[in-house]
């Protein structure tokens, strides 16, 4: 119970304290700028409801995006985690440059991305799979490398093909690992989709929606809008998590 | 009561070395002989000259300080690994391959796997070798009731008390259905009044279903109640240094057993030479 009075009580004080401070104006004073460019929850509230179409519209494009990228790296990046945990050799030459590759700043390349393919979905779902991919292809080797090798030794005694021994207690060892990685590239995602869309969109999305907002210094809508998506970075979490009970039942 | 356990070894068993490994014979029964076996992780050395003939059914009790390289010999017998010099072999078997066909390990801790239940995880061997979850079931389920474990087919292992899974996990080392169970200290982390327990409960489990057994154990009284006989080895790298039958088996009442004035002397034997061993 008061797990969740008491954040809830305290969103409220805080939404309340914003709400004041924004429409006595002790809020843009505070920064300096005119009163219509800092928005009370209110604002943002109706905002969300006057465009609500035009913003469920643009979270279905931004959605798809999120998904289609996520899951390819998810494919991808459980596929290399098993190449990677099955040849040492591959392991050895790839693993540092996989940990190596996280220093390069991907997000600076998308408008580099966009060039060389275009305004489509295409370089936003790259984008997209390459953020996912690398939290995903590490916890997904960790957790297969985390497998007890008692376990495997047990198991060859027991006459376990190597498939088996995969299929019954490498993959398992691993299964919590891997929704660890996929639920830290979920929330990873919905920040890259933004970039992505801000290098380039002719196909909208809510990364290209805030943009226009903000050039109109429409400020309640980019809030209503950066709450989609919080909101949509908090729903894929939660379904991830909610898999991860219903799968990994011995937890 | 066994009167002789130091039995010929299998026809031919220290020149099978180059023998093509063929399809195991399921608790046909099956002798153990190593010969002059040496073994090193890299500079360490861990095995030294070990020589051990075992009858078919019989039961081999290794004991030494921890750290000696007890666990090495056992997954050297199971094939798991290959000596550097020596032969060993298991029915026949010297190469690895032929070995690990004829051996199943029980590890020490008993990694029960969390994701299968206890009916599941003591049917693994069965369905490692093609038989249908159904199958598989129905017969390790068959088993339960005789090992005590009746009604907790469905429990997950951490339902299981140490005891339980310890039955749970020889059972499945069990249904493996080979001639040679290699069992790694497998009542170590158990309570004494639970492990003394477990001890009398696998005397009686090999009389009903006898297999050739190498057991390791750091408890001397364990291994001269459970074995025929016991080898003591030294500290790193191991030797062993003394070899002693045992006075009485696997005897039905496991307390009488151990106090026995013929086992008290053996026991103290043993540890003379374990203490010696271990200088």
Known sequence: MKRWLYPTLLLAALLGLWQILADSGALADVFGVESFL??????????LWDNRSLLAENAWVTLREILLGFGCALVAGIGFAIVLHLSETLRTAFYPLLVGSQAIPILVFAPVLIVL????????????????????????????????ADAVKMM?????????????????????????GAKVAVAVAVI??????????????????VLQYNNNLRTAEVFATALVLALMAIGLFGLLALAERLVVTWR | MRQDTKMPPDSGANSAVEAPPETPSPPAGAGLSAAGVEHSF??????????????????????????????TLLELVCGLREPDAGTIAVGGAGDAAGRLARCAFMPQRDLLLPWYSALDNAALALRNHGAGK?????????????????????????????????????????????????????????????????????????????????????DVEEALYLSDRVAILSARPARIV??????????????????????????????????????
């Open chain 2, 42 to 71: 890299g500079e360490l050395r861990t095995l030294e000259q070990i020589d051990v003939e075992l009858a078919p059914h019989g039961v081999l009790g290794l004991v030494g300080p921890s750290g000696c390289g007890k666990s």
């Open chain 1, 156 to 180: 060859r005694t027991l006459d376990a093909s190597r498939w088996q021994t995969f299929q019954r207690v490498e993959a398992p060892t691993a299964l919590p690992s891997v929704f660890s």
């Open chain 2, 242 to 279: 003394a070899e002693l039958r045992a006075p009485g088996p696997r005897a039905a009442d496991r307390d009488a057993a151990v106090t026995d004035p013929a086992f008290v002397a053996v026991r103290e034997e043993a540890m003379k030479a374990l203490h010696e061993g271990s200088r």
């Open chain 1, 38 to 47: 800092v928005p009370s929850p209110s604002e943002i509230a109706s905002s």
């Open chain 2, 134 to 218: 159904a199958a598989a079931r129905r017969q390790a389920a068959a088993l339960f009731e005789r090992f005590g474990l009746a009604g907790f087919e469905g429990s997950a292992p951490n339902e299981l008390s140490g005891g339980m899974r310890q039955r749970v996990a020889f059972l499945r080392t069990l249904l493996a259905g080979k001639p040679l169970l290699a069992l790694d200290e497998p009542f170590a982390a158990l309570d004494a009044i639970t492990r003394a327990e477990m001890q009398e409960w696998l005397a009686g489990a090999l009389g009903e279903d006898p297999r050739t057994v190498v057991l390791v154990s750091h």
């Open chain 1, 192 to 209: 890259a989709v933004v970039f992505a869309e801000w290098a380039g969109s002719s196909s909208g999305g809510l990364g290209w929606l």
């Open chain 1, 117 to 148: 393919f275009g305004y489509g979905i295409g370089p936003k779902l790259m984008i997209v799979a390459i953020i996912c991919f690398f939290p995903i292809t590490v916890n997904a080797l960790d957790g297969l490398r985390s497998v007890d």
